[in-house]
């Protein structure tokens, strides 16, 4: 799936079964929450935090899925073309990081 059909299926889930989108700073503390729970995952798999009974279910990928969604929902609401952006941002990475990491004494 490319990032413009992921943009394409999301507009149409949200409109048969979402009936609209919520509002951006809805959906963006939405983002946040979701966000979150890919942390206490994470600090959990693999940081120092024990697993708490509540935590019993909680899948990496369904949440990380969640966050991607919310995401699109984010950029579909307010015009973005992902892969154009994508494109873009990993040519500004191209660019202002080709030696910077390479460079780095604590990558190697």
């Known amino acids: 799936m490319t990032l413009q059909e992921a943009q394409d299926l999301v ?9 609209r989108y919520f ?3 809805t959906n963006m503390a939405i983002l946040t929450e979701e966000v979150g729970e890919v ?7 693999y940081g120092e935090q024990s697993f708490k009974k509540s ?3 909680k899948n990496l990928g369904d949440e990380l899925a969640d966050v991607l ?17 994508l494109e873009a941002n990993l040519q500004k990475k191209a660019i202002r990081d080709k030696d910077r990491h390479h ?3 604590k990558l190697k």
Do not use: H, P
Not at 39 to 45: D, G, L, M, P
């Open 69 to 85: 969604f919310v995401l699109i929902c984010l950029a579909n609401q307010t015009g973005i073309n992902l892969t154009e952006a």
């Open 103 to 105: 460079q780095n004494e």
């Open 11 to 19: 507009d149409t889930w949200i409109k048969k079964n979402g009936v």
């Open 55 to 57: 935590d019993e279910g």
């Open 39 to 45: 942390a206490r995952i994470i600090a959990r798999q």
């Open 23 to 25: 509002n951006e700073l």
